[in-house]
DNA sequence: CCCCCATGTTGACACTGTCCACATCGCTTG
DNA sequence: CAAGCGATGTGGACAGTGTCAACATGGGGG
């Protein structure tokens, strides 16, 4: 099969590629030039499909977001009806995909200082989802009514990702015994703790 | 006043150059041969000081984690005898510290992955700072007693940590009133919750 | 059917990290 | 107190990088 001169898909191989690339070496440090090659195209080539560097790096922070809201979406989907249920199975979601995709995890959080100003698309949405699932607990009673739900959400958030950030980084074991367990924690401490009535 | 042939504290002045470097633009994309020029020397010098890029920014982290271990005492220090108050005082610390200097934390949060094995120096030290603390909390039975010490360390970093990264990332407003607000809240949400006996 | 424009290529430039050989100093040792 | 040696800084080189500009190609809409 003879190399087309356009490739056909050159923006979505070379985003694959990246996230290879992260995966492989577990740092940011690959080149544009590389990505080039391993998509077998020139060194110049993204840059019909990217403004730069940074822009290549942003498109994936917005693709891993978007990976997330996903997950999110499915452990709803799984949960349902039980508004605790529901909060739990985001954590969960949250936990296992930090857990599962470190790197992307790592990218995804390796914004730029300040950034809620202008959060990379599909970050809003991610966030977004946790706030709605927190409305519905709220409207259903089983949590304090003096927060707005978009502080119940930042609450969650930061709990699990608390936990989330010390396990990528290395500093707590992420067997799937652990997992279980400090989900079951995390679940209790927000509930009985932080959002109860 | 000649400047000398041999600058006299050149790591040191290489190192403040790189911080004021992250500071003032808010990444980590700063250049050797960059913070040569800002010492007033040649590209080649800093390679006297550190092997590689890599070593620079490792010295980096590892001066963070020293500073936030000294911050931790210091705290320590103001914080009297009660072991509740102790804690609660590393916890203010670790949140202002991250608050007052976002690069710093940032840059220090920011291990190439699975670094659990090659902790950086200072790191270590900082975390027993914690696990001592909670090991007087534990001794003076204010704390569950079938968690060991370094695990509600780790849960009490957890805890910390998420909400410092929230507020770095900008996603939670780091005004003072909200800053004493959440910390007293983290505080019962430890104590009353995950370390309750 | 043809031609236009999105996509890819080639070439160039300034700059980077890092290696090497050399220059300059200040501290130790005799 | 001299000398010289090791630590520190210099200058030049090289391959590789990000990005720009000009050119090539060919698939899909008129």
Redesign the interface.
């Known amino acids: 099969m003879p190399r087309a001169y356009h490739h056909g898909n050159l923006r979505r191989t070379l985003l694959d590629a990246a996230v290879a690339l992260f995966a492989e070496r ?2 940011f440090d690959f080149t544009l030039r590389e990505l080039a090659r391993a998509a077998g195209v020139t060194h110049n080539a993204p840059y019909r499909h990217f403004a730069g560097k940074a822009e290549l790096l942003e498109a994936l922070r917005s693709e891993g977001f978007l990976a997330l809201a996903e997950a999110a979406q499915a452990s709803l989907a799984a949960a349902g009806d039980d508004p605790r249920k529901r909060v739990r199975a985001l954590g969960d979601a949250y936990l296992r995909f930090a857990i599962d995709e ?2 992307r995890f ?1 990218l995804m ?9 202008d959060p990379v698309v599909g970050q809003a949405s991610a966030l977004a989802i946790l706030k709605d699932t927190l409305e519905e607990a709220r409207r259903a009673g089983v949590v304090r009514q003096d927060l707005s739900a978009r502080e119940l959400a ?1 609450a969650a ?7 989330s ?2 396990m ?5 074991p992420a067997d799937d015994a652990r997992v279980r367990r400090y989900g079951k ?1 995390l679940e ?2 927000f509930f ?3 959002a109860r009535r």
Chains 1, 2 share one sequence.
Do not use: F, K
């Open positions: 577990g740092a470190p790197h790592r959080l390796h914004n730029p200082l300040g950034g809620a100003d930042l958030w930061a709990l699990v990702h608390g936990l950030s010390l990528v980084a290395g500093q707590i924690l209790t401490t009985e703790g932080i």
